[in-house]
Structures are given as C-alpha cells and as structure tokens.
C-alpha cells in the first residue's frame, strides 16, 4: 500500500476516533420538563403524592424507553396547599420556563378555577387527574387548554343519586363544601333529582375546616332525610363521621359521598369505628380488581419498585392491610395515563410547541392505559376522558379502598 494512502487511512482513522470522542462528550438533549402543581403538603397531600408518584411511574418507564423525542421527561414540582392564588402563582411560574411544555393538576376545583385565566393568557396545557368540577370544561376559554382525566360532576351527581334510589333512599340530604364544587354538585344533584320529580330533603352548606356537623345532622333529621349525600374532603369527611358516630345507631344516616374523602387522611384516624358507618363513593379504578389485568400487574410491580413499602409494610396490595403502599389508586392511575398520553402527543406532533401539542392531545391515536382503553381519550368536542360507565362505588374496609362488587360484609373478595 502506498505511503500516502496509508497516511490518509491512518488520518481518518483518527478523526472518525476524535469525532466519537467528541460525541460522547457533548451533553444530553435537555429534559421535556412537565410541571406538577398539586397539595403536596397540607391537609389533601395523600391525593398530591398519589398523583406525583403516578407520574414519575410513568415518566420512568417513558425514559427507559428512550424517552420521547430522545429526551427525558421530568417532573417539575410545585405545592399549592390547597390554596388557590398559590396554585394560580404556580401556574405562572411553571409557564415562565419554556421547558415545562405541560402541566399536571391536583384534586381541587376551587384551585384550578383560579387558574383558569393564567392557564389560557400562557396558553399551556393543563392536565387535569382529578378535580371533577364541571366548570373546569365549561369555562368559555377558546381554544381550551384544560384536558381532564377524571370524574365530571356533570354525571357524578346523576349516579350518586341512582345509586341512592337503588337503595331505596328517596329523601338524600345534601351537605356541600361552600366552594365552586360544592356549587357544582349542587346544580348537578339538583338536576338529577328534578328528572325524578324529587327534591332534596334539605341542602347544608359548611366551610373547609368545619368541625362540628351535629347541628347540620339535627337540621337533615329534622327535615326526614333518610340519606346524606356529602361532597367534601378528607379533613371535613372525618368530623362528619364523628358527628354520625355520636348519635345512635339507629340515628346513623347512610352517606353516600363523592370521592373527596379518598384524598387525605380519612380512614386511618377512623380506624375501626368506620365499620360502623355505612358510606360509600364512587372510584375508576383499582388494583384490587380480580383478576389484575396484565398491565395493572406491571405497573403495580414497577410502583413497589420505585416506591417501595417502609419498614413494617407488606408488599401485598391487601384490602385488610391499612399499611399498603397505594392509598389513593385512583389519582395514581389517572396521572400514570395522562402522562403517557402527554408523551403520544408530544411524538405525534414532533414538537414540544405548547400550541402544537394542545393540538395533538385532541387527535391521539388509541391507547391502552391503566384505567381503560382510550380511542380517543380526547377529541375537539370533548377534553373529558372518562364517562359514567368508568365509575364504580366502592367503600373502605380496614383502611382499603375496595370496589363495592367486592366488598362483603365480613371484608372484601380477594
């Protein structure tokens, strides 16, 4: 071989080194970053955990896979503790970096209905895991950037009274939170009742923090209603049961309850008094379910091992062990969906334009998720996932969420 091309073959060699040197040395595609704006930390801060851990299950296993165009996902997280011009300030921040292309909301509708115009002004998609208000959907705000996976109140109301008539409760009263979703399931229990020719035996109002229910039961006992029908949260669902439990048995109204007290603190300061009380609430989802689909198993395996269970906790998802890791399955499963479903946006649109992926979460191809399949899960008509055949009743035994169709007296099916 002659000199010079020996030289030149020698040459290129060592620029084609060089060249793979280099490329290992140049830093990584910067992170899509995906806000989180939740209560992590004050009284509902079981929902904001369930649905931050949702999202970094999810998030892990997009990574693994390579991400989503070639970049990681990460979660950017901000506490609004329940207040709404701290969660309406988070917005704001989260929208002031162009890396956050979205961002995941928690459980209260009074919060993000402070955050409507900030969300709209920035024009950022908000994905919504949990608050049912259905004044989220119909805010007036065109295009909507508001996407939710979860309950509507809207329909909420109608199955919450369907299930009392099923029992034979005619006369629900109704105690609401003084909140814009109190108000909601107000217009929507109304609405359901009104179709039947019945009215409520009575509607009591209380503010967050309330802590004596008794004079609003002898108000509702007073007024013959033979149910209760509560929409609150964990904090104020607590002193109710206490107020029930100090009257007598025989005085003990039936409360059938929206989900808002699956997002604290609720069953375990209760403890075993709550058997005595008959309540029941709606859910979507469970890992109790038997049998665990396939996927469910997955993602249960792949939460233990992220998340593994403290000293003392069992590995089992066990409706007789208060101690088991996933507390609140619904606001896990919701967000482990949503950010799946974020992450086929941002691949169909191939842009991490917020316009553009607003855009391409109205046109996903079908998937198969946790919670169900979705073919779509949104569309330009609807930005609601779920409908009224995705909810089930379900109640809690020994500290569990266990869907009512397992439930038995004496525990739940296995």
Do not use: C
């Amino acid at each position: 071989m002659p000199k010079a091309l020996r030289f030149r073959l020698a040459l290129g060699l060592i620029l084609f080194q060089l060249l793979l040197l280099f490329a290992g040395l140049a830093p990584a595609a910067p992170p899509i970053r995906v806000g989180l704006n939740a209560d992590l930390s004050g009284a509902d801060r079981q929902s904001g955990e369930a649905i931050r851990r949702g999202a970094l299950v999810a998030m892990a296993e997009i990574n693994a896979a390579g991400g989503v165009l070639g970049r990681e996902l990460q979660l950017v997280e901000r506490d609004h503790r329940r207040n709404p011009a701290r969660g309406r300030h988070n917005v704001e921040q989260l929208a002031a970096d162009p890396a956050v292309i979205a961002i995941l909301g928690g459980k209260h509708t009074p919060v993000i209905l402070a955050e409507l115009d900030s969300i709209h002004d920035r024009g950022i998609p908000y994905l919504v895991p949990w608050a049912a208000g259905s004044g989220l959907m119909t805010h007036g705000h065109q295009p909507n950037y508001v996407f939710r996976l979860s309950l509507n109140d809207a329909f909420v109301g109608e199955l919450l009274v369907e299930h009392a008539l099923e029992r034979g409760l005619v006369r629900p009263g109704l105690l609401l939170e003084q909140t814009g979703w109190g108000r909601s399931n107000e217009r929507a229990l109304l609405a359901a009742l009104d179709a039947r020719e019945l009215r409520p035996a009575r509607v009591e109002w209380f503010n967050w923090g309330e802590r004596d229910f008794a004079p609003a039961l002898e108000r509702l006992t007073a007024a013959e209603a033979d149910s209760l029908i509560f929409v609150g949260n964990a904090p104020d669902g607590v002193h109710l049961i206490d107020a029930l439990l100090a009257r007598p048995a025989s005085a003990r109204l039936p409360v059938i309850s929206h989900w808002g007290i699956a997002g604290g603190d609720f069953a375990a300061p209760l403890g075993a008094r709550l058997d005595a009380v008959d309540l029941v609430f709606p859910q979507t989802f469970s890992f109790l379910d038997p049998p665990r689909p396939p996927r469910a198993e997955r993602v249960l395996r792949r939460y233990r091992e992220q998340f593994p269970p403290l000293v003392g906790q069992t590995l089992a998802n066990d409706p007789n062990d208060p101690n088991d890791p996933v507390k609140t399955p619904t606001g896990f499963a919701h967000a482990y969906d949503l950010v799946h479903l974020l992450a086929l946006a941002i691949t169909q649109a191939g842009s991490t334009d917020r316009k553009i992926v607003r855009g391409a979460l109205e046109q996903l191809p079908a998937y198969a998720g946790l919670v169900r399949d979705y073919d779509p899960a949104f569309s330009a008509k609807s930005h609601d996932a779920l409908g009224p055949e995705d909810v089930n009743m379900a109640r809690f035994i020994a500290g569990a969420i266990v869907p009512l169709r397992h439930a038995t007296a004496g525990g739940a099916s296995q």
